[in-house]
């Protein structure tokens, strides 16, 4: 059954430096997701991704934050200058036009 | 403000106790209304969509139902490997296609 990869699975980070969260869509699905989910908190929508740009971002998504689709299959969140409170899993998904599939996320811990 | 509300936040129960988590919504324009699994450190496994008011869908010991206002997930004679935080997410006109996701019911079915 296709799923949602997604790599490194846990990141340690400095606050100020930057990190690239990868992920691998399923493979025949046109739109692409990043959420967060702060521990013991909600999952929280950050950006959503369609025809190579984005469709709608939150107020969370600022300046700090990117997302690219350098190829056909691998498709990216990089968060500049860290914070503490960017501590958080982060999940992409991806959609035809109903449900979202997520991945397993990638725990960003910011020290 | 639109939002998602579920409660529990918490059920524990005993193997073959069925029962029922609760999902309600104040947003406009409902598009879909997903259910969603989330074993710890994990990210969400879909389980069903509902987009219209009477609409009922079933796997296994799960069954959802939706009105105009709410979404219930019924667990009819649940075991410990039903274990797990359902989280109930919304998608909604004008908010293009992200979620908007509940706090989750964390349950816990007890042998």
């Known amino acids: 059954e296709p799923e949602v990869t997604q790599t490194p699975s846990h990141q340690v980070t400095q606050m100020g430096q930057e990190v690239i969260l990868r992920c691998v869509p399923i493979s025949n699905h046109l739109y692409f997701y990043w959420y967060r989910q702060i521990l013991g908190q909600k999952v929280e929508f950050l950006v959503s991704?369609?025809?190579?740009?984005?469709?709608?971002k939150s107020e969370i998504f600022d300046d700090q934050f990117s997302v690219e689709r350098p190829d056909g299959s691998n498709f990216t969140l990089k968060i500049r200058s860290t914070k503490l409170e960017d501590s958080a899993m982060y999940f992409c998904?991806?959609?035809?036009?109903?449900?979202?599939?997520f991945g397993p996320g990638t725990r960003l811990t910011v020290t | 403000e639109d939002q998602v509300t579920q409660s529990p936040e918490a059920l524990r129960l005993q193997e073959g106790e069925s029962s029922s988590l609760n999902c309600s919504y104040t947003?406009?324009?409902?598009?879909?209304l997903f259910w969603y699994r989330q074993d710890p450190g994990k990210g969400p496994e879909f389980l069903f969509t509902l987009y219209s008011a009477g609409e009922e869908k079933e796997k296994e010991r799960l069954k959802a139902t939706l009105t105009k206002k709410e979404s219930f997930l019924h667990i009819t004679a649940p075991k410990p490997e039903d274990s797990a935080t359902y989280l109930c997410?919304?998608?909604?006109?004008?908010?293009?296609?992200?979620?908007?996701f509940g706090a989750g019911t964390r349950l816990a079915v007890h042998p």
């Open positions: 991704f369609y025809n190579n740009e984005i469709s709608e």
């Open positions: 997410a919304v998608r909604f006109s004008g908010g293009y296609n992200k979620l908007i």
């Open positions: 947003v406009s324009g409902l598009r879909g």
């Open positions: 998904a991806s959609s035809e036009e109903g449900e979202q599939y």
